[in-house]
């Protein structure tokens, strides 16, 4: 009778992880665009991202593919702030920056990005007293949220040169955290017989930063985790800089993120659009007499 009752529960527990199992998969698809990429979301991106306007054609279909879809699966929810059109792009594009090479990749732990209209601390509180951060990857009862500020997500992508760009550092949070643990090692985009040498590197920048000997941001000197962020800041925005100055980290982030930056950013500025300018959708025209009048 014991080995019934033994048998029986082990059915029970195999049937419950196979249903909780199809409901995790069902849970977790992305829904794909159906609809064309909106014709003033191609605006500001080109007057906004100079990583989008360093793309061929082909990628650019490709960058508007992520865009969109990200912003049919993730919410951007505004706290004591308006959220518009062009905060919404921002935030798709510091997504898929960093994984741009990688077409199947979906931030399956992240459902909600919290802008907040500036700085806020710990507590979350916008006013008052030791509001210093910028941007925050949700944990615990935040779980799935991520909070950056409003102000700071469009001073990094407006000041192109000071290798800094928050929500990008943000994202490559959520990117490190994929396999489980934030801890700098982004294992799933990793090869192993890179992971020593890696982790040897960080901690010889560290060391770098302490003793005065580095044009790297200080903050990256605070552990492992958030030196991976603030040079995959660096990376993205300054991708020739850290090649001529840190020439074995500028390869290896090259490894990680699959991208050749310092051949690809070969436009380092972005302006407004004008009605006689070609448009950006690359037909040939007029922007007035194509997506404009669209």
């Not at 977790?28 to 909106?38: A, E, H, S, Y």
């Not at 192109?160 to 943000?170: F, M, P, R, S």
């Not at 302490?210 to 044009?215: C, F, V």
């Not at 941001?217 to 840190?246: C, D, M």
Request: hydrophobic fraction near 35%; charged fraction near 30%.
């Amino acid at each position: 009778m014991e080995n019934i009752y033994a048998l029986l529960f082990i059915v029970f527990v195999v049937i419950v992880f196979i249903y909780a199992g199809k409901k995790f998969n069902r849970n977790n698809v992305w829904k794909k665009p159906v609809k064309p990429f909106p014709v003033s979301w191609r605006k500001t991106l080109f007057e906004n991202v100079v990583f989008y306007n360093n793309l061929n054609h082909e990628e650019k279909h490709q960058f508007e593919f992520k865009i969109h879809e990200f912003l049919i699966n993730c919410r951007i929810t505004g706290v004591e702030t308006d959220v518009d059109e062009k905060d919404r792009v921002l935030v798709a594009a510091s997504a898929i920056i960093p994984i741009f090479a990688f077409p199947n990749w979906q931030y399956f732990n992240l459902n909600e990005v919290l802008l907040y209209p500036g700085l806020f601390n710990q507590k979350f509180n916008t006013d008052g007293e030791k509001r210093s951060i910028a941007g925050m990857v949700g944990t615990g009862y935040m779980e799935g949220k991520m909070i950056l500020s409003k102000r700071a997500l469009h001073h990094g992508f407006r000041n192109e040169t000071d290798k800094k760009n928050t929500a990008i550092h943000e994202f490559v949070h959520l990117i490190d955290k994929a396999d489980g643990n934030i801890d700098g090692i982004p294992a799933l985009l990793l090869e192993k017989q890179y992971t020593i040498p890696w982790i040897d590197l960080i901690q010889k920048k560290i060391e770098e930063i302490y003793d005065g000997e580095s044009d790297i941001n200080p903050y990256g000197a605070t552990n492992k985790t958030e030196f991976f962020a603030v040079i995959s800041e660096y990376f993205f925005e300054r991708p020739k800089l850290l090649k001529q100055k840190h020439p074995k980290i500028y390869t290896l982030l090259e490894e990680i993120f699959d991208q050749k930056m310092a051949r690809k950013l070969k436009r380092t500025s972005n302006r407004e659009i004008n009605r006689n300018d070609p448009c950006p959708c690359e037909s040939g025209k007029k922007y007035k007499k194509c997506c404009e009048k669209t």
